[in-house]
Nanobody, 121 residues
Framework: VQLQASGGGLVQAGGSLRLSCAAS????????MGWFRQAPGKEREFVAA????????YYADFVKGRFSISRDNAKNTVYLQMNSLKPEDTAVYYC???????????????WGQGTLVTVSS
């Protein structure tokens, strides 16, 4: 599966952005989808994941209550709605796909190219 992330940009603290990740292929619904991020000089970290049908979602503690992951299997797309953004949310955000559930980068086999989110104070 090939993934294409989009929607990043520059936003002020407290603002919102919605990231999208479009997947190729006809088997999108057979993949767990995740979002990760990587800030300069830091390791890539888990942000959120959503199960195959969208019935279950998982979040890193630092985004709970602010970010929301969703998917539209008819459009082969996963979204990350980011609200109440903070400067520390600045990072390149990556979408990823895997057959099974996981919260580690090692759990995901397919990665998009990343989209930059910059939050100004």
């Amino acid at each position: 599966v090939q993934l294409q992330a989009s929607g990043g940009g520059l936003v002020q603290a407290g603002g919102s952005l919605r990231l999208s990740c479009a997947a190729s292929g006809r088997t999108f619904s057979s993949y767990v989808m995740g979002w990760f991020r990587q800030a300069p000089g830091k390791e890539r970290e888990f942000v959120a994941a959503i199960s195959w049908s969208g019935g279950s979602t998982y979040y890193a503690d630092f985004v709970k209550g602010r970010f929301s992951i969703s998917r539209d299997n008819a459009k082969n797309t996963v979204y990350l709605q980011m609200n109440s953004l903070k400067p520390e949310d600045t990072a390149v955000y990556y979408c990823a796909a895997n057959r099974g559930l996981g919260v580690s980068t090692r759990d995901y086999d397919y990665w998009g190219q990343g989209t930059l989110v910059t939050v100004s104070s």
